[in-house]
């Protein structure tokens, strides 16, 4: 959260140091810890059953009846994103708000109906902004936060700034391209008959088609930085406590406590990847340079043009776009291959229609309207977002009191909102909710387009409002072509079917473990 974050912790802790201080020369050493238990005893009596049933502003508002006052609603062993946050759900069907507890008796504050969820991040979008947590994740992960916290006007301006990137025509000029790379990497993998980790594959071809997609960069970018998807996986998934340790400081201060604080192979891994940034940064500026009717084309070529963002800036947004877009992906594409091989019978469907149109996604003919022209494929990609959210938590902080379905709402309140809540729910797509059925977004099937017309928000999976997803449908492209050209050239099946998969228990939620297949190229 930057500086404005380390002074307000340092403030709020002052009078307690003081406090403490000064009871520590009062009283002996035994009379201070007698006291220092009573005082931690009566906050824990406060926090875990004074405040829930008694002072809390949303007493009034339901709550799972199993809680303990350590683990609060959790059941054990512990499982928020994978476990509880489904049960949650469908144990609060029809319900607009639910408190929630965890460690300690915690209080959370879920938003779980769709009409709870449009009045939050549509008709009330401007009492809410992004919660200090995603800033302090953001800068401990990749150093930078951008667009990503951005409040206010600067978000706007952040938001137009990048509307360029993700207009329609956009999506036509990549789209060739795009297909391209995807018929290539897969014919990379030659074998007749092999088993593959689909993760780490995957994580470098999205990586790469992101590259191309956001960044104009040519196929086979990556092989010009060695090791550079390993580096950035670690500086975002690993030592992330020390890593929020050292957000929480001034930057002028960081670059000193990162020598203690970090190892040498995470302290190359961080420079490496900001190396890496900076040099992408530096060829678009030397294309611009020699071009003779610069037209930013690219994420990259517009901060360059636009100017009001210095070189620190757009290497932090290369980094978070490099991030965002390659890790939803992958984990969305991971999830499809999951569900074609539990529902053989759609993989067949799908290799069927997708052979019968082979003229259309030839490589000379390609193009988003030819993806959009096969509708079984393009029922197969809504299931599978609907069903497998990549990201399984938005949060929304309340800028200033203001109510959500009549329930006030104080200023600084922070609301959760899980894309699961609406994605699952029987009242909006049917008994089968849970279950991957393609038909449901076909004419003849249920709940499909229907519910995203009687619902605005039944889909919550790249959220709504002014804090959407920029790159929703940059997104779906590269996830339809990828599912295409690999259904189009191999059958998959799992090399262990009795393996049980969950999600992980991150941001961007991916299968666990990683998940083996077998490949078959089909003749």
Not at 198 to 210: A, H, M, N
Not at 345 to 369: K, N, P
Not at 402 to 425: E, Q, R, S
């Amino acid at each position: 959260m930057g500086r404005s974050f380390f002074w307000t912790l340092l403030l709020s802790t002052l009078p307690w140091m003081t406090l403490f201080w000064v009871l520590r020369i009062l009283f002996d050493s035994t009379s201070f810890i007698i006291l220092l238990i009573v005082s931690l005893v009566i906050a824990l009596v406060y926090q875990c059953h004074i405040y829930p049933v008694y002072t809390s502003p949303f007493r009034s508002l339901s709550t799972p009846q199993s809680r303990s006052y350590w683990l609060g609603n959790h059941s054990w062993p512990v499982r928020l994103i994978g476990r509880e946050l489904p049960r949650l759900c469908t144990e609060s069907l029809g319900k607009h708000l639910v408190r929630y507890y965890t460690f300690f008796s915690v209080e959370l504050i879920f938003v779980l109906s769709p009409e709870a969820i449009s009045e939050l991040c549509l008709q009330k979008s401007g009492d809410f902004s992004h919660s200090g947590t995603i800033e302090l994740l953001a800068e401990a992960g990749l150093g930078y936060s951008g667009l990503l916290a951005a409040r206010g006007q600067a978000h706007k301006g952040l938001r137009k700034l990048f509307s360029p990137v993700f207009t329609p025509g956009t999506l036509v000029t990549i789209s060739h391209p795009l297909w391209e790379s995807c018929l290539a990497m897969v014919r990379q993998i030659d074998q007749r008959t092999t088993t593959i980790q689909i993760g780490q594959w995957t994580s470098r071809s999205v990586l790469e088609l992101s590259g191309i997609c956001v960044f104009g960069q040519e196929r086979d970018w990556l092989a010009r930085y060695p090791g550079f998807l390993e580096s950035l996986e670690r500086r975002v998934a690993t030592g992330q406590i020390k890593k929020i340790v050292l957000s929480t400081f001034p930057r002028a201060i960081r670059s000193l406590l990162m020598l203690t604080l970090f190892g040498r192979k995470e302290l190359a891994d961080l420079r490496y990847v900001e190396t890496v940034a900076r040099d992408l940064a530096q060829l678009e500026k030397q294309k611009l340079l020699t071009a003779i009717n610069p037209s930013p084309n690219n994420l990259i070529s517009v901060m360059l043009q636009d100017g009001a963002l210095s070189d620190d800036q757009i290497v932090g947004h290369i980094l978070i776009f490099l991030v965002g877009a390659s890790a939803t992906t992958s984990a969305a594409f991971q999830w499809m291959l999951l569900e074609l091989c539990r529902f053989p019978a759609v993989q067949s469907r799908l290799r069927e229609e997708l052979q019968s149109y082979g003229h259309v996604l030839s490589i000379t003919g390609s193009s988003i309207s030819a993806m959009e022209s096969l509708p079984y494929l393009r029922a197969v990609v809504d299931e599978l977002l609907r069903l497998h959210p990549t990201v399984v938590m938005t949060e929304h902080e309340a800028t200033k009191d203001t109510t959500i379905m009549d329930t006030p709402v104080p200023k600084g309140t922070l609301l959760l909102c899980p894309p699961l809540a609406t994605n699952l729910n029987p009242q909006i797509w049917g008994e089968d909710a849970s279950e991957f059925n393609p038909g449901r977004w076909l004419p003849e099937g249920t709940g499909g387009q229907n519910a995203r017309m009687q619902h605005p928000c039944a889909n919550m999976t790249f959220s709504h409002g002014p804090r959407s997803c920029p790159g929703r449908s940059i997104a779906r492209l590269m996830l339809t072509c990828l599912t295409a050209a690999f259904i189009r050239h191999y059958q998959v099946s799992l090399d262990d079917p009795e393996q049980a998969y969950v999600p992980t228990e991150a941001v961007y939620a991916k299968p666990m473990p990683d998940i083996a297949v077998r490949l078959v190229k089909v003749t």
